[in-house]
């Protein structure tokens, strides 16, 4: 394993021995965790969920207000 140095910030520094506290694991193990995670999402996928992703469109489209319950709409579906 290669080791980098960081230099952190006193608050910083008391989270991350904090949440290594919490979590009965190393600041190292802790730090990894967080970085893994961070680069997984940075993978050029878009983060949050769908109705917020796509709340610029959503209204856009005309039609019957209750498409998904109302089961008359769904008779000829697959015809």
Do not use: W
């Not at 394993?1 to 949440?19: F, H, I, N, P, Y």
């Not at 919490?22 to 995670?37: N, P």
């Not at 983060?47 to 498409?67: H, T, Y």
Request: net charge positive; charged share 30%; hydrophobic share 35%.
């Amino acid at each position: 394993m290669r080791v980098l140095t960081v230099k952190l910030d006193a608050e910083l520094a008391a989270r991350l021995s904090s949440l290594a506290t919490r979590r009965g694991a190393s600041k190292s193990e802790i730090v990894r965790q967080i970085l893994r995670s961070a680069l997984c999402r940075d993978d050029g996928r878009l983060e949050g969920s769908f109705l917020e992703l796509a709340s610029d469109i959503c209204g856009s489209v005309s039609g019957p207000e209750d498409l998904s319950s109302n089961p008359e709409h769904m008779r000829t579906y697959g015809r």
